[in-house]
C-alpha cells in the first residue's frame, strides 16, 4: 500500500488546501445558508466539491497523521487491553483508562491535522495505519457501559 502519493511538503500543501476549502465552505455556508442567489449557491457547492477533492487526494496522509497520537500509546492500550481480557480489570476499569484517553487522543490528532510546521518532523510509522480508527470505533461501544445495570445499554458479562 502507498501512503504518500506525493512528497510530504506535498501532501501538507493539499492538506492545507482541503482545510482551507473546509473553513471557506463553513464560513459562508453559515452565513448564507437560506440565501436564494444562485451564484452563492453555485459558490457554495463548488467549494464543497473542492474541499471533498482535495481531502482525497490526502486520505491515507492524513489518516496517517490522525494515527501518530494514538500509536505513540500503544504500549499503554495493549498493557490496559490485555489485563482486561486476562480479568484483571473490569469493564468500569477498561473505560476509565481507555475511554477518557481516546477521546483526548482523538482531539489531539485532529488539531495535529491542522499543525503543518509540526507534521514536518513526525516520525510517521506505516505500521500504525488505521490505528486509530480501531480505537476511535471503541469510544460508543464503551461509551454504551454503566455500572448501573439500568443505565447501561449492555452488562458487564456482554461487554
Known amino acids: 500500500m502507498q501512503i504518500f502519493q506525493k512528497t510530504r511538503r506535498q501532501e501538507i500543501q ?5 482545510n482551507f476549502f473546509c473553513d471557506a ?3 459562508l455556508n453559515s452565513r448564507y445558508f437560506n440565501v436564494n442567489n444562485r451564484t452563492i449557491q453555485l459558490l457554495l457547492k463548488i467549494l464543497k466539491n473542492c474541499w471533498y477533492w482535495q481531502l482525497n487526494e490526502v486520505e491515507n496522509y ?6 501518530y497520537s494514538f500509536w505513540e500509546f500503544r504500549n499503554y492500550y495493549f498493557k490496559e487491553l ?3 481480557v486476562r480479568s484483571e480489570s473490569n469493564a468500569q476499569d477498561l473505560i476509565d483508562t481507555i475511554l477518557y484517553m481516546s477521546i483526548e487522543l482523538n482531539e489531539r490528532s485532529i488539531e495535529l491535522t491542522k499543525d503543518y ?3 514536518e518532523n513526525l516520525d510517521l510509522d506505516l505500521k500504525s495505519f488505521k490505528f486509530s480508527k480501531i480505537l476511535i470505533d ?3 461501544i464503551l461509551e454504551g457501559y454503566d455500572a448501573d445495570p439500568e443505565e447501561s445499554f449492555f452488562t458487564e458479562e456482554e461487554f
Do not use: G, V
Request: with cysteine; glycine share 0%.
Open 117 to 119: 510546521s509540526r507534521q
Open 62 to 67: 492524513r489518516q496517517l497523521i490522525c494515527d
Open 25 to 27: 465552505y463553513n464560513h
Open 14 to 18: 493539499t492538506l492545507q488546501l482541503a
Open 138 to 140: 471503541l469510544i460508543p
Open 82 to 84: 490485555k489485563k482486561f
